[in-house]
């Protein structure tokens, strides 16, 4: 199972930024997908999830609620995080994972697979 994440960068306070994670080597169209986002030093922590079916219900952590948007394509096997309204606070590496399960979930412990993490950071 590969989880390739991309799409990180620098971006200015109230800017924009579009994250992927191709996944290979797995049911994509039945898993759970999820962005986490870690600081040194700090633990992981929920971003967003959505679910492999009923049109693709999703969570949000309360920090990003209304600023970012996460979506999946299953034909090409990606999930998106849509990143909008960016502060410096959501500077952070972004994980992209999987989990072997159809609904939402937000526990680490939930996802089998993750990817290897694509640094966004926001200046002031």
């Known amino acids: 199972v590969q989880l390739q994440a991309s799409g990180g960068g620098l971006v200015q306070a109230g800017g924009s930024l579009r994250l992927s994670c191709a996944a290979s080597g797995l049911t994509f169209s039945s898993c759970a997908m999820g962005w986490f986002r870690q600081n040194p030093g700090k633990e992981r922590e929920f971003v967003a999830a959505?679910?492999?079916?009923?049109?693709?219900?999703?969570n949000y952590a309360d920090s990003v609620k209304g600023r970012f948007t996460i979506s999946r394509d299953n034909a090409k096997n990606t999930v998106y995080l849509q990143m909008n309204s960016l502060k410096p606070e959501d500077t952070a590496v972004y994980y992209c994972a999987a989990a072997m399960v159809s609904w939402w979930t937000t526990p680490i412990s939930d996802y089998d697979h993750w990817g290897q993490g694509t640094q966004v950071t926001v200046s002031s």
């Open positions: 959505i679910s492999s079916w009923g049109g693709g219900r999703t």
